[in-house]
């Protein structure tokens, strides 16, 4: 009895997939799924020799080569001027930060599954991600209502801004709630003096650092497209102030927030347009992906929960080098491994989520989320160390629900309560979650195995044991067409029993190529 080795129709999906710059099962550097590259291979006729170059059907394929390649070149001169340098942009420079969190005392926008400090803990853990940025201060100040125009009351505004203009070398303020308006933030910055940024603002900064790709930066630049629209409205309103007279441009008929608008819908066109090229594009990767008949599992999680590490546990993968900071993977990336019985799969890398993380940034990344609703099976990992673990794990739910995911992918999600290693003894509370410490192995085959047992209900994969003749091309089909986990040769009688994984469609065809072949279900 031996092992079975990989098959030649894996190998050929190797090749496949390397010639459209999707992912190897074998442990490699991973690629982003953006898709970014070309997908066209250059298109060679086959010409007659006494055909003049550019003469009959080869001239007319070379002009229409020069037509796409001439009309890459735009897309790329176009992709360039959008993914400019931001006008948001906090700029390079060294940022020292007081942090301030408004904390909600009573009523419905108070927050049930944490408290204060660990909010403001979190707070400055997003300042600690940010290169040159340094937390100055953090102070927490009770509001009963976030959402009027000074955030606080008056005495406790007055209190806060004496202090604030104490602090030596103060550059900008983190005011830790999800967004503020363009109104608010002007009023705050006279009074304080210094940049005034909300969680939006902030996040965003993470992920403009943080995005790789072409993909993840036109996100990235879709998300900035409400801010900028905020203040757009904001210096429309200080312009008709300070004019005082004719609000329209040069006899142009337009006003100067009805040009700025336009030009903002046309930039938020081009960007939706880019996005959509790209996304038609990672589509033909993962068809691709579908005729090699990779099964897909999607790692997900609050941000820093382990995603990373554990894949690379689960795949051995030596070129992964997980980050200890927030958005640490922005880009969904790709990473091949193998399950106990030999069966290859392909773990995809999901950006991490976020408490009170707006809408619309969260919608800016519905093309790169968008990769999970095609998985067949989602890994949900938890930092169960993390005192607010139980707020993450409803963020991450909550999440996952509004990206519209097929029923059947929710509901057959495998919980990973990662980080054990720090709690001694460690039980999970949840049926059904399994105890893992991604960083030691610790409860790793258990998790393989629940992955395995979850892949194969869900691809409709059978494993199968075969009697063969081994004189038969029966043996050769199945190393090319399914996965061989093993084979007992039977030397007296000719044949081999042949334990293999194989999908439905190859076991259809199997039948019809050898329908006397005996097959035993396991």
């Not at 590259?37 to 550019?54: D, I, K, Q, S």
């Not at 969904?332 to 999901?350: E, F, K, N």
Request: charged residues 25%.
């Amino acid at each position: 009895m031996r092992p079975g080795r990989l098959s030649w129709s894996l190998l050929r999906c190797w090749r496949a997939a390397a010639a459209l710059g999707a992912p190897r099962c074998r442990p490699l550097p991973a690629r982003p799924l953006s898709a970014a590259a070309p997908l066209r291979a250059p298109l060679r006729p086959p010409g007659t020799g006494g055909e003049a170059p550019g003469s009959g059907a080869a001239g007319a394929v070379g002009d229409e080569e020069r037509e796409e390649e001439d009309e890459e070149e735009e897309d790329e001169a176009a992709l360039e001027e959008l993914l400019g340098p931001s006008p948001l942009a906090p700029g390079p420079g060294a940022q020292r930060v007081a942090i301030v969190h408004p904390a909600v005392k009573w009523g419905p926008q108070k927050s049930r599954l944490t408290t204060a400090e660990l909010q403001i803990e979190e707070a400055v853990a997003l300042v600690d991600t940010l290169q040159n940025w340094t937390v100055l201060d953090k102070t927490i100040i009770p509001t009963r209502n976030p959402n009027k125009k000074f955030v606080f009351g008056k005495g406790n505004f007055q209190i806060l801004t004496e202090k604030i203009k104490k602090l030596p070398h103060l550059t900008a303020v983190f005011l830790n709630v999800e967004r503020i308006s363009s109104l608010t933030k002007k009023e705050l910055e006279r009074a304080w003096g210094v940049q005034v940024f909300d969680r939006y603002t902030v996040v965003l900064h993470i992920f403009r650092c943080n995005a790789r790709t072409k993909e993840a930066k036109l996100q990235v630049a879709l998300a900035e497209i409400p801010l900028l629209r905020s203040n757009l409205k904001n210096e429309a309103s200080q312009r008709d102030q300070q004019r005082g007279g004719s609000r329209y441009i040069m006899g142009s008929g337009e006003t100067f927030l009805e040009i700025q608008n336009r030009v903002l819908k046309e930039r938020e066109l081009k960007i939706r347009n880019a996005l959509e090229k790209l996304r038609r594009k990672r589509a033909l990767l993962r068809t691709q992906r579908r005729k090699c008949e990779f099964p897909m599992v999607s790692v997900m999680g609050y941000t820093n929960c382990g995603k990373t590490t554990l894949i690379k546990a689960l795949t051995g993968e030596a070129g992964l080098q997980p980050r200890d900071q927030l958005f640490a993977t922005l880009d969904i990336t790709a990473h091949a491994g193998y399950l106990p019985s030999h069966m290859a799969v392909i773990y995809v890398d999901t950006i991490g989520f976020l408490t009170d993380l707006p809408h619309n940034l969260v919608e800016s990344f519905s093309a790169t989320l968008e990769e999970v609703a095609y998985s067949d099976l989602i890994v949900h990992v938890r930092d169960i160390t993390h005192p607010e673990t139980v707020l993450q794990k409803a963020t991450v739910l909550s999440v996952l629900r509004n990206l519209d995911l097929p029923s059947h992918l929710l509901d057959s999600m495998v919980e990973v309560h990662n980080k054990v290693d720090l709690i001694e003894r460690y039980k999970p509370a949840e049926e059904n979650a399994l105890a893992v410490s991604a960083l030691h192995g610790h409860g790793l085959e258990e998790l393989k195995q629940e992955i395995e047992k979850k892949i194969l209900t869900a691809t409709g994969k059978k494993i199968l044991t075969v009697n063969i003749n081994l004189e038969g091309p029966q043996l050769s089909w199945l190393y090319k067409e399914a996965t061989v986990q093993e084979v007992e040769v039977m030397p007296e009688e000719g044949t081999a029993r042949v334990k293999v994984i194989i999908s439905s469609s190859a076991f259809g065809r199997y039948k019809n190529l050898f329908p006397n072949s005996k097959i035993f279900m396991s």
